[in-house]
């Protein structure tokens, strides 16, 4: 299958800060391809550089077969964006937001909006003002969704949500997961490890692994011991003879 978004050594720095060195990652097309790593690690830069909104360093980038930096607004047309810090018409109802952005989008789809609206339960006449944060992600994704992108990117899309929105959310995605590519990135595997189909791990702006969640899973494994009775103390400390210790046992 085809890459959809390929980077070849791709770096960034801001001022002597390195965020991104010698990047090298592959997303397949037709994939949920979730990037993950610790906060500051680069998943935001990277995005960023991919959307045409940061110039990296060196390097280069391909999204959809074009250079990121030639992105315009055919190729657009065909990505949906949402970010955790995302910026929308604040003065705006939901339903006026979807009819102001339908004319942009030649693969708008009436229907598929008015589902959205009504699968994330989104208050049409409300206005984006007055929505909590999970309405306003939920809206941002509607947004995206309803002109069916081959291609969605979502920056953090969880962070600071409920479980129950993040779940809503999560169903959304997977609802396009047949006609979309997503990549979509976290700080917490665990917000996306039960939907992602690959996983990419960025930690100080390095790649350090990159594969399918099959592969992933069976590489681990989760190993639970049940006692009969509790488990022997080490001699003169409050660590048990099993388990995790500290590498210096205190005297």
């Keep these: 299958m085809n890459d959809i978004i390929r980077t070849n050594g791709l770096s960034k720095s801001f001022r002597r800060t390195p965020v991104l060195d010698d990047l090298n990652l592959s997303v397949t097309q037709g994939s949920i391809f979730g990037l993950v790593g610790p906060n500051g690690a680069g998943k935001t830069t990277t995005i960023k550089i991919l959307m045409n909104i940061l110039k990296a360093a060196s390097g280069s980038a391909e999204v959809m077969g074009r250079d990121s930096r030639r992105l315009g607004p055919a190729e657009f047309t065909q990505i ?7 910026e929308m018409p604040e003065w705006m109802t939901v339903e006026y937001l979807l009819r102001y952005l339908k004319p942009f989008y030649p693969s708008w789809d009436d229907s598929r909006a008015t589902e ?3 699968q994330f339960d989104l208050p049409p006449k409300r206005k984006l003002r007055n929505l909590s944060r999970g309405m306003w992600m939920k809206t941002a994704l509607a ?9 969605l990117v979502l920056d953090e899309p969880f962070s600071g949500l ?7 959310l999560i169903e959304g995605v997977l609802d396009s997961a047949s006609e ?3 990549l979509v990135s976290s700080h917490d595997l665990a917000e996306i490890e039960s939907f992602a189909s690959h996983i990419g791990y960025l930690d100080r702006g390095h790649l350090r692994l990159s594969e399918a969640m099959s592969s992933l899973t069976s590489r681990f494994r989760e190993i639970e011991v049940t006692l009969e009775e509790p ?12 388990g995790f210790a500290p590498k210096t046992l205190p005297r």
């Design 116 to 118: 959205l609206v009504r």
């Design 162 to 168: 409920d479980p129950l929105v993040r779940e809503e």
């Design 143 to 151: 947004a995206s969704l309803a002109y069916r992108p081959r291609l």
């Design 231 to 242: 488990a022997p103390m080490a001699p003169d400390t409050d660590w048990p003879l099993i």
């Design 80 to 86: 949906g964006y949402v970010s955790e810090n995302q």
């Design 180 to 182: 979309t590519t997503i």
